[in-house]
T-cell receptor, first 114, second 111 residues
Framework: NAGVTQTPKFQVLKTGQSMTLQCAQD?????MYWYRQDPGMGLRLIYY???????DKGEVPNGYNVSRLNKREFSLRLESAAPSQTSVYFC?????????????FGSGTQLSVL | GDSVTQMEGPVTLSEEAFLTINCTYT??????LFWYVQYPGEGLQLLLK?????DKGSNKGFEATYRKETTSFHLEKGSVQVSDSAVYFC??????????FGAGTRLFVKA
């Protein structure tokens, strides 16, 4: 089982460049999420998609856009990268989102913006 | 707002030592509590969870008890192994789409 697959694994950008991070899950989950992980700050939610066709802002959405392409795929776009967006990005999915529902994570994308 | 506070790391232990990683939370509702583990180069994976007060979550020798009176969910293991070296995250969810994570605690286990 592949689970949650993210591409690319590593990326270096120059300030002002754009890029899209791809995420796909093969577990038929309804909900998908993008988090960023920064030292000493844990994981912070950027955007989420409760179900196909819907997206909503999380805690730190500024500078990002998302697309829920279909039930499997959820992409994150940086239109004009900034050094503050240097981080490790994780995509996650869950079947539903209730109090006890667990998240399944991809292996992450390490992004450096110079 | 809701929040999770974990003890700062890194925590360095010798193999077979007892492990405790403290976690306390603030939440307006009745959260479910989780411990996730992140091994080097990988994404997070669920280690254990508890959904109501006094529940004990357990997995792979790790345990944590949901203590509502002290708003805590401390992670414990009686005898750690080198393979337990990882970053551990405490997290909560009160029923929406936003799981709140602590800052993480890095554990090093020496042979």
């Amino acid at each position: 089982n592949a689970g949650v697959t993210q591409t690319p694994k590593f990326q270096v950008l120059k300030t002002g460049q754009s890029m899209t991070l791809q995420c796909a899950q093969d577990m038929n989950h309804n909900s998908m999420y993008w988090y960023r992980q920064d030292p000493g700050m844990g994981l912070r939610l950027i955007y989420y998609s409760a179900s196909e066709g819907t997206t909503d802002k999380g805690e730190v959405p500024n500078g990002y856009n998302v697309s829920r392409l279909n039930k499997r795929e959820f992409s994150l776009r940086l239109e004009s990268a900034a050094p503050s967006q240097t981080s490790v990005y994780f995509c996650a999915s869950s079947e539903i989102q209730g109090r006890g529902e667990k998240l399944f994570f991809g292996s992450g994308t390490q992004l450096s913006v110079l | 707002g809701d929040s999770v506070t974990q003890m700062e790391g890194p925590v360095t232990l010798s193999e077979e030592a007892f492990l405790t990683i403290n976690c306390t939370y603030t939440a307006t509702g009745y959260p479910s509590l989780f411990w996730y583990v992140q091994y080097p180069g990988e994404g997070l994976q669920l280690l254990l969870k508890a959904t109501k007060a006094d529940d004990k979550g357990s997995n792979k020798g790790f345990e944590a008890t949901y203590r509502k009176e002290t708003t805590s969910f401390h992670l414990e293991k009686g005898s750690v192994q080198v393979s337990d070296s990882a970053v551990y995250f405490c997290a909560l969810n009160t029923g929406g789409f936003k799981t709140i994570f602590g800052a993480g605690t890095r554990l090093f286990v020496k042979a």
